[in-house]
């Protein structure tokens, strides 16, 4: 069925979030496959692949934040390592196929695989939003030249639906760059699709200012050999200094510069210098590779013509002091630039409003003062003041940390800091960082710094290199929408992540939040407290029915920190007529639960979102789409067992009673029948057949030489009007006791579905690492089939990767594969077919543990 390898490209308009650098899958996808099926995944024990499993299983179950509408899909854009051995798994959002600008979200995993967090800029989209334009994307073009007093490129726009406001609409992103207030600027315009308004903007050019300062002989990183060198930094990618035309600079040696203020090769050492010093504080401090966190960096230039320097989206670009004495490339500002940098590269991207806009400059200062910190030269010592070497226009620093206010910024957050200049609403972040890293009263020579009306009486600071952990572990959770009240509680949820709840850290970065005046939001976690959580998930997370019938889900829990605790299950978003119930109604986290949903007979069709919540020492939640389908049959049945499930040795018989209900119009004869069974095992039904509203009773009786494993056995009633089954859950165990167990029952495999296989293991003790897994599907195209296996305790590993240019039969493959975690329990084995145009069915399997 393949023709070609196909390359697939993402093509678009460079905005915040598409200027990250996505991780490559570590298989390729096969040719063709669909967008969503397109995931980037990577090997068996590569922690940041269990991070996209698990992370993926999350946005699959719509965990708790991760709730979306019908129309709404989330694709991964990124994984990223922090401290702590934590990952930021990425995601943006489409509504109805058009990209959704504010539609971000964030899932936070540990190395061991748990959720920790989630976070999502906004909520589920209503699905009244229109998606087709009435505005040209010629119009829309040119009311966007109108925010700039001099255009000097645009790039086609793209329609999207805007998610900041009031209420979500359709417009058009455009890109105008030129002159704006006589400053270089890129702006990103949203112009109503509809109406032809603008409705939102903002401007990838960050400008700030800072000091010419030079470091005399430093070392810096550049490249070249022979009597051919460059200003080209090949040991961190992307960075690079040169002049205004992007190139580097280039010499015949690898010496640079003459120290002299007003040179450009000069201005390029202290750059090189800044900026090197500032990803190796990334590493060594904050555990981030990189300035974008996926190992690479953005170039430099100087020699700018203005008082000024810059951030633009793509690389930063630095003037001279106003008596151009000096450039300004000293290290608070070559590393606020690229501050910007970082916050674009993080979840969420640049966003817009003057409140996010603050909260981005004062991201560049708290990088500024990390590195000037960790560079820790004599030249330039750390002091939390911004610019005071260049003497930009010659009034000393332009910002100052410790004490905003001493030069006309706000140290307290107030109501009005949603409508203030950018560079003074960075004045409670600053603020805020200065007392979390230092206290309000640090002595040793270090500046006292005031505290706001309302807050504590003193503030103890847990040292600059902790703040700066906490501060790039709530960057990592940042979304589209941030506002100052989203940075405390990221920033609280992260200093319990890398501390404890018990920790100083913890107690003080609400201090000082409370020191700045910004309140806790609701549900934000109390220090001290217990840890313990556990998290939900549901499979499969959709399901059809027809009034009258139902349909299952396996809810999953699992502990992802502390103790196991005890989870009470319920459901909410029921469509009238409809119940909920569960088996068991509760659970100890690390163990699962059935969900059945049993539709009555005067449910209205359509598709419903039911929300389940597990309820622990705190709650979450994960949605299952219902879709009831509309013309209830007028005459039905309905099936089921009891019990469901039954373990025997071989040799014996397990017996289960069928029941039968007439759910519409009159009673029926239902013929009875079983398939599914294990080799050497038989099915009777005492009687054969009922009248719907009777029952029979099922023995299974297995053969001595029946192997040992867990079967599904499927029970099927035939009647006049249609057929219904219900499934009985058969384990053989051997005499012996073997460790190996098999599944010899078929199951169907069909384009872009998942099939589920399971086997129950009676082993004891922990499981064998690697077990082995045989595999025996009849299929024309094994590069079509992603495979995976879950464990007991609800870990996915993968066993066998999609990916390939040619098609191959899949036939029996085996596979080794590292697991840690107790043998006993259910494994089920999860293929997908991401590709159309071949089927099959799974034949058997068998695990060794």
Not at 150 to 157: E, L, M, N
Not at 448 to 470: D, L
Not at 647 to 660: L, M, N
Request: hydrophobic content about 35%; glycine content about 12%; overall charge negative.
């Amino acid at each position: 069925m393949k023709r070609k390898a196909l390359l697939a490209a993402v093509v678009g308009v460079a905005t915040a979030t598409t200027l990250a650098l996505q991780t490559p899958p570590a298989n390729a996808a096969p040719p063709g496959a669909a967008p969503q099926q397109q995931q980037q995944t990577a090997r068996v024990g590569d922690p940041a692949s269990l991070a996209a499993q698990v992370a993926d299983k999350a946005v699959s179950s719509q965990l708790d934040e991760l709730t979306r509408g019908p129309d709404e899909a989330y694709s991964r854009v990124a994984v990223t390592p922090g401290a702590a051995d934590m990952f930021y798994v990425s995601y943006e959002r489409t509504y109805k196929g058009l990209p959704m600008v504010g539609g971000d979200a964030v899932v936070v995993t540990d190395a061991a695989g748990n959720v920790r967090d989630t976070v999502a800029a906004t909520g589920p989209t209503p699905g009244d939003v229109p998606t087709r334009a009435t505005v040209s994307a010629a119009k829309a073009t040119e009311v966007a030249r109108t925010k700039l007093s001099r255009v000097d490129d645009t790039a086609a726009p793209r329609l999207v639906v805007l998610a900041w406001g009031e209420k979500p609409r359709l417009a058009w992103d455009a890109t105008v760059s030129g002159i704006s207030d006589g400053k270089p600027s890129i702006q990103h315009v949203f112009v109503d699709a509809r109406t032809g308004e603008i409705a939102d903007s903002y401007d990838l050019v960050r400008a700030g200012t800072g000091n010419g300062y030079y470091y005399g002989q430093v070392t810096i990183g550049t490249s070249g050999s022979g009597s051919s060198y460059s200003m080209t930094d090949t040991s961190r990618p992307g960075i690079q200094c040169g002049g205004q035309n992007g190139s580097a600079y280039t010499g015949t040696d690898d010496a640079w510069g003459n120290a002299g203020g007003t040179n450009l090769e000069t201005a390029c050492v202290d750059a090189l210098y800044s900026v090197q010093r500032e990803w190796d504080m990334l590493r060594d401090w904050l555990g981030r590779s990189g300035i974008n966190g996926s190992g690479r960096g953005f170039p430099a230039r100087v020699g700018l013509a203005d008082v000024n320097a810059y951030w633009n989206g793509s690389y930063t670009n630095f003037g001279h002091s106003q008596d151009n004495a000096r450039q300004a490339t000293p290290i608070d500002v070559v590393a606020h630039e690229f501050g910007h940098a970082i916050f674009q590269t993080t979840p969420g991207g640049a966003g817009s409003g003057n409140e996010n806009g603050g909260i981005n400059e004062g991201t560049g200062d708290i990088f500024g003062a990390l590195t000037e910190a960790y560079a820790a030269n004599p030249n330039d010592p750390a002091d939390y003041l911004v610019g005071e070497e260049v003497n930009l226009v010659g009034d000393g620093p332009i910002r100052n940390m410790y004490n905003p206010s001493a030069l006309g910024d706000p140290n307290c957050y107030s109501s009005s800091i949603p409508s203030t200049e950018v560079h003074a609403a960075a004045g409670p972040l600053n603020h805020w960082f200065y007392l979390l890293a230092e206290g309000n009263n640090p002595g040793g020579g270090k500046p006292s710094s005031p505290i706001c009306s309302g807050g504590p009486s003193s503030v103890t600071g847990v040292g600059i290199q902790n703040a700066g952990k906490i501060y790039m572990g709530a960057l990592a959770r940042k979304t589209s929408s941030w506002r100052y009240t989203n940075i405390r509680a990221a920033s609280v949820a992260a200093a319990i992540e890398l501390f404890g709840a018990n920790s100083a850290q913890c107690n003080t970065t609400k201090a000082a939040w409370s020191a700045v005046s910004v309140a806790a939001a609701s549900g934000e976690p109390a220090c001290g407290t217990s840890t313990s959580d556990f998290s939900i998930s549901l499979s499969p997370t959709s399901g059809s029915a027809a009034p009258g019938g139902s349909a299952t889900a396996t809810v999953g829990t699992q502990t992802t920190s502390g103790s196991a605790q005890t989870v009470a299950l319920s459901a909410s978003g029921l469509p009238s007529g409809t119940t909920a119930s569960f088996s068991p109604s509760s659970v100890t986290s690390g163990n699962s639960s059935t969900l059945t949903l049993s539709v009555g007979s005067s449910t209205a069709a359509g598709t419903y979102n039911i929300t389940v919540t597990g309820t622990g020492s705190t709650s979450h939640t994960a949605t299952y789409a219902l879709t009831v389908s509309s013309n209830p049959p007028t005459r039905d049945f309905s099936i089921s067992l009891s019990p469901t499930s039954g373990t025997v040795q071989a040799g014996s018989a397990a017996t289960s009673t069928a029941s039968t209900a007439t759910t519409a119009g009159t009673a029926q004869t239902v013929n009875l029948s079983a398939s599914g069974l294990p080799t050497g095992a038989t099915a009777a039904f005492n009687p054969a057949s009922v009248t719907s509203g009777g029952s029979s009773t099922l023995t299974i009786s297995t053969a001595p030489t029946t192997p040992a494993g867990s079967y599904t056995v499927t029970v099927t009633g035939t009647g006049v009007t249609g057929t219904h089954t219900a499934t009985y859950a058969l384990t053989v165990q051997t005499t012996t006791g073997g460790r190996t167990f098999t599944n010899d029952t078929n199951y169907p495999i069909t384009d872009f579905n998942n099939t589920q296989s399971s086997i129950t293991s009676t082993a004891t003790g922990t499981a064998t690492s690697p077990v082995r897994i045989s595999i025996t599907i009849s299929h024309t195209c094994a590069e079509d089939l992603d495979i995976w296996v879950r464990g007991p305790s609800g870990t996915w590993y993968a066993v066998d990767r999609y990916g390939g240019t040619t098609c191959t039969q899949y036939g029996t493959r085996t596979f080794s594969v590292p697991v840690s975690q107790q043998a006993a329990g259910t494994w089920v084995l999860d293929i997908e077919d991401v590709y159309a145009g071949d089927t099959g069915f799974i034949d058997s399997w068998s695990i060794t543990v």
